[in-house]
């Protein structure tokens, strides 16, 4: 992916999480729990999938960089 995409990707998801964020928050103070609770789980999901995609990608550099030093010995 061109680095200009992947960043404007980054940025845009950004700014989606933190309105997710506040927009659960100012729902449920309002006394809509049920979207509030929906957007809320929204936020969580898009955060798991981060979290588990930036794990499976350092485990694979951590791999190929000790899988390269064992090629040198």
Do not use: P
Not at 39 to 49: A, E
């Amino acid at each position: 992916m061109d680095d200009k995409k992947k960043e404007k990707l980054q940025v845009t998801v950004i700014v989606l999480m933190i309105l997710l964020l506040v927009a659960a928050f100012v729902l449920f103070f309002l006394g809509h729990y049920i979207i509030a609770f929906v957007l809320f789980g929204i936020f969580i999901v898009i955060i798991n999938f981060i979290s588990n995609w930036k794990g499976i990608k350092n485990a694979e550099y951590v791999y190929s960089k000790s899988h390269k030093n064992n090629d040198k010995w």
